[in-house]
């Protein structure tokens, strides 16, 4: 290399040009705002973690992190009543993620406004509202709590990126948004989010095993679940067992869940800690009219082999005890496996 009396700056590396860009865009765009419905939900995003950039030995400070980029969800035809997990998504969508300078409850009303919803709604949102400087949000998937007529749960299963001070955290919640449908179309009525609990601090070895196993994704609520100690061993053995034969992607475990059976005064195993739903298997999301319908009633089959007393799904199979297969409109987009321990 021919040396040169005063060095000049090596050019940015690429890794550090597209990192300041999809900042750039981010403050740009703010977060995931409604935007019109595409043809199939969008994936998780493609960033797992936020971008980090280092300038050390170049002699000027580092720059703050970017936060990942994240795409609007949005239902597909298939679904049951598109348009209600439309609106319940948007809304969280929109109090869950803002631009830098765009923080604070006063700010998550007027865009809460702008999606013609009751502003008093943001008082509801918990954790999906900090105090951090810039947030961006990616919904995992959002399936039914339960759906009828003029009433519907919709659960959104979500994760969170925080920017405060300069120093990126990654979290996330599920939030059961609760609807109601008039002539005008779907309203937001309330937003119950999940709350887990503190973690245990010596949980089981099976759920141990859950929280390592990459056959088993688990989005940031329900993993909660499982390190707080209040999930039946009996979930993770049957989520362990399944792992063995299919990749499988939680949307619910215990909280976020509706605490009754909807639209029922039964109550819902979930909550308990008896329970567990699966949205996506093997990369196959079970609302997917393109998913195997064989793949759907293997995966119930061997759910109810692994001590399900209660499997519900978008096939009604025949066989098992009384009972213990069934379908309806709120299991049309997951598969649901219940214990009575």
Avoid at 114 to 125: D, N, R, S
Avoid at 215 to 224: E, N
Avoid at 291 to 297: C, F, K
Wanted: with cysteine; aromatic share 4%.
């Amino acid at each position: 290399m021919t040396r040169a009396r005063t060095p000049a700056a090596p050019p940015p590396g690429r890794r550090t040009v597209l990192a300041a860009l999809a900042g750039a865009a981010l403050g740009a765009a703010g977060c995931s705002g409604p935007t019109t419905p595409a043809t199939r939900p969008s994936p998780t995003p493609p960033h797992a973690h936020p971008s980090q950039r280092s300038t050390a030995g170049t002699g000027s400070p580092s720059p703050s992190p970017a936060l990942p980029r994240t795409t609007p969800w949005r239902p597909t035809s298939a679904e049951v009543q598109p348009a209600a997990k439309l609106r319940a998504v948007q809304l969280v969508e929109a109090i869950g993620a803002w631009a830098d300078g765009h923080g604070g409850a006063a700010a998550a009303r007027a865009r809460v406004a702008a999606l013609a919803l009751p502003t008093a709604l943001v008082g509801q949102a918990g954790p999906l509202l900090t105090t951090a400087d810039q947030a961006a949000l990616q919904v995992v998937d959002a399936q039914y709590g339960g759906i009828l007529s003029r009433s519907a749960s919709v659960l959104v299963v979500c994760r969170q990126w925080t920017r405060r001070a300069g120093t990126v955290s990654a979290g996330g919640t599920t939030v059961d948004v609760r609807l109601s449908r008039s002539g005008s179309g779907w309203t937001v009525d309330a937003l119950h989010p999940a709350h887990p609990g503190p973690a245990a601090r010596s949980p089981a070895p099976e759920i141990r095993s859950v929280l390592s196993d990459g056959r088993i994704v688990l989005p940031p609520a329900a993993a909660a679940d499982l390190r707080s100690g209040r999930v039946h061993t009996s979930v993770a053995k049957a989520m362990l067992a399944l792992a063995r034969s299919y990749r499988l992607e939680v949307s619910v475990v215990r909280s976020g869940h509706p605490l009754d059976v909807f639209g029922t005064s039964r109550p819902s195993d979930h909550p308990r800690g008896r329970a567990f739903d699966v949205w996506r298997i093997d990369g196959h999301a079970v609302v997917d009219p393109a998913t195997p319908r064989g793949l759907i009633e293997r995966f119930m089959r061997d759910a109810a082999a692994a001590g399900s007393y209660n499997v519900g799904g978008p096939v009604l199979l025949s066989g098992g005890s009384a009972g213990q297969f069934f379908s309806d409109a709120t299991h049309h987009d997951h598969v649901h496996i219940g214990f009575r321990t």
